[in-house]
């Protein structure tokens, strides 16, 4: 599996690994405390010296870099396959398909961005990354209606993005997709199901899809990655909240919550079977792999009933109608023929990260 070259750079990138834990907070003279009007959320908002907020303020750390010091990407400019020379087969990207229109967004350029702003299908979305807990997410970058952008705030909770509002300029936390400090607090944004995937596969099931270039905007070193070895140590740089020696601090996890019931998938494992059934909450999913580091998951209910899926003579069949499945949830022969599985999004990122934010999560595999 490739997440990113492991090497060493000089110059901007020392700006990412020389962090300096910064606190986002003055003096606290007064905080009150209310309950959180909203689905699936364990947090409450506060109120300090006239600050909304759901997070302790001290928990708040300057990651380095200031506002905007990691730019997103606002006008991305993209390339169609046939000229898609700067990026590799093995390359990893976040993949996005709505309403027919295909786009991928190398890591290796968001590694030096963490956010694009952009729009796919008629949607208006805001595709992130945040390196230091491997979280990849995408957004419907709309607030009570209006279309809005996202910036990096230079801040980090529990080692994770904080991006703003450029609206507000509230915080949000890219792992919760939730406004967590400023006048949105409490505020969830719509999540978009996407793809963790290498560009070469990518390509096989999307032939018309489009690539965003290095052409940003900003002078980035695009072949080298700041992070080095950080993928694949046990070392963590920013405080967080909670820990759990469960699994790796770094093993690659697929974080589900339904009913404020999380639950965690290794990659591997979805890997490895290629097709799991489970219920998270009160949710029936099936986990489904045809690719490396990639996994897609669907609601398995069809017409009130819940179905059971395996990997037979290399198709996915559901054991009651032996109907066939493609990768997008389509049943494309059998009894079922024309069904559509309801895709689900989910959390795809480091263990110690989806942890530290759900203590209480469970883990697949676990009695």
Not at 35 to 51: A, C, K, N, Y
Not at 244 to 257: A, C, T, V, W, Y
Not at 312 to 338: C, P
Request: glycine share 8%.
């Amino acid at each position: 599996m490739k997440i990113l070259a492991p090497i060493v750079v000089i110059g901007v990138a020392l700006v990412v690994l020389t962090m300096v834990l910064q606190d986002d907070s003055t003096e606290v003279t007064t905080t009150t405390m209310e309950p959180v009007s909203m689905d699936s959320s364990e947090l409450r908002i506060m109120e300090t010296d006239g600050i909304k907020h759901s997070i302790p303020l001290d928990k708040i750390k300057g990651g380095g870099p200031p506002k905007d010091g990691i730019p997103s990407i606002d006008n991305p400019v993209f390339a169609e396959i046939s000229d898609s020379h700067f990026v590799s087969d093995s390359d990893t990207v976040i993949g996005l398909e709505i309403n027919g229109e295909a786009k991928a967004y190398p890591l290796f350029i968001l590694v030096w961005h963490e956010i694009v702003n952009d729009e796919v299908g008629g949607v208006p979305v805001s595709v992130t990354y945040c390196p230091l807990c491997y979280t990849n997410q995408v957004f419907e970058r709309k607030i009570d209606g209006q279309t809005v952008e996202f910036g990096t705030s230079g801040k980090l909770y529990n080692s994770n993005l904080l991006m703003y509002d450029r609206l507000t300029e509230s915080y949000w936390s890219q792992a919760l997709g939730e406004a967590v400090k400023g006048e949105l607090t409490g505020y969830k944004l719509d999540l978009v199901p996407f793809d963790v995937i290498t560009w070469g596969d990518w390509k096989k099931l999307y032939p018309d899809t489009l690539v965003l270039t290095t052409d940003t905007g900003h002078l980035r070193s695009y072949a080298t990655d700041p992070y080095g070895n950080y993928y694949t140590e046990s070392r963590i740089m920013f405080p967080v909240e909670n820990k759990d020696d469960r699994m790796h601090p770094k093993e690659i996890i697929l974080g589900f919550n339904h009913n404020d019931i999380y639950k965690a998938y290794k990659q591997s494992d979805v890997e490895l079977n290629i097709v799991i059934n489970d219920i998270v909450g009160d949710t029936p999913i099936v986990l489904v792999s045809y690719f490396s580091e990639n996994s897609r998951a669907f609601d398995r209910t069809v017409n009130e009933d819940i179905l059971d899926f395996e990997f037979r003579d290399s198709k996915v069949i559901d054991v009651k109608t032996n109907s066939e499945w493609n990768y997008d949830g389509l049943a494309i022969s059998g009894t079922l023929q024309g069904e559509q599985l309801q895709r689900l999004p989910m959390s795809p990122g480091f263990w110690f990260e989806w942890v530290a934010f759900h203590p209480e999560t469970l883990v697949y595999g676990e009695t």
